[in-house]
Each structure stands twice: as structure tokens, then as C-alpha cells.
């Protein structure tokens, strides 16, 4: 086990399917550090394990938004970024681009769940500017992971 957190992990790349795969990786590779640093401790591994699941797939979900939304109007694409951080036993992944917000569908379609489901997976904020979109994910450590956190700080 580690006693430090790893340095934050900062990526930034062309919004284009191959570096959501490369992006996905990179997070679950910096998690595996992150929450090795504030644990295992018995009985949290699995939620650990889980609260990882859970913040992978939701900024896949944010970095194909990016990918598929945020730069459409203009025929080609831009720059996206990822953020992650572990501070005071919270993990935050940020996800940038510097396109145009994109309105999900109001009607029925197959489309425009991935914001519902990325606030089922952590706690979501998206902060629409001018251009461009963040996504914040939060998801707090568990009470026994957060402690040693602490502890080690």
C-alpha cells in the first residue's frame, strides 16, 4: 500500500473515439493508485472496486458526449480534457471540451440518457459556458478508506 495519493492526473487530447478508449484506461489505471493509497482497508475493497466501476463508466459516458455533441457545429473536432483528483477522501474527475452544449432530445428516443445516468453513478455538476462544457463527478471515499485517507495525509 501506498502512502500517498498519486499526483493528479491531467490528460488532454483530440475529442475522437480512440482517446475516450486511451482516456478510460488512463482514469482506471490512476484510480487503481489513488484508492490503493487510501486503502484497502478490511470490508472496503469491493466498494473501492465499485465507486472505481462507477466513475469509469460515468466519464466514458461525459468523454463520448464530447466526442459526439460538443463539436458537430463545426464539422470537426476540437480538444477534450480529463481532470482527476483525490482531496480530503473525495475522488473528482473532470471532463472539458470547448464546443457547443447540445440539448438532449425532449421526445422519445433511443438518446440522451447518458446525463441520467452519470448522476446515478456520482454525485454530477455541468457548468454550460461559452463555448464549452465541464463535467464534474464526485464521488466521496468509504468511511473506512476515508479515515486511513486521512490519516496518512
Excluded at 493509497?37 to 466501476?53: I, M, V
Excluded at 447518458?114 to 461559452?130: H, I, K, Y
Amino acid at each position: 500500500m501506498s502512502s500517498q495519493a498519486p499526483p493528479d492526473l491531467d490528460l488532454t487530447a483530440e475529442a475522437a473515439p480512440p482517446q475516450v478508449g486511451a482516456f478510460r484506461r488512463a482514469l482506471r489505471r490512476w484510480l487503481g493508485e489513488a484508492l490503493d493509497s487510501a486503502g484497502p482497508d478490511p470490508g472496503t475493497e469491493d466498494e473501492l472496486a465499485d465507486l472505481a466501476d462507477d466513475l469509469v463508466l460515468a466519464t466514458s459516458e461525459a468523454l463520448e458526449n464530447v466526442v459526439d455533441h460538443a463539436y458537430a457545429a463545426r464539422g470537426e473536432p476540437g480538444a477534450m480534457s480529463l481532470r482527476a483528483e483525490l482531496r480530503d477522501g473525495t475522488v473528482a474527475v473532470v471532463v472539458t471540451d470547448h464546443g457547443q452544449w447540445r440539448e438532449p432530445p425532449s421526445g422519445p428516443s433511443s438518446r440522451g440518457r447518458g446525463l441520467a445516468m452519470m448522476e446515478r453513478l456520482a454525485e454530477t455538476s455541468v457548468d454550460r459556458g461559452e463555448p464549452g462544457t465541464v463535467v464534474t463527478l464526485r464521488r466521496r471515499l468509504p468511511s473506512g478508506a476515508h479515515e486511513r485517507s486521512a490519516a496518512q495525509a
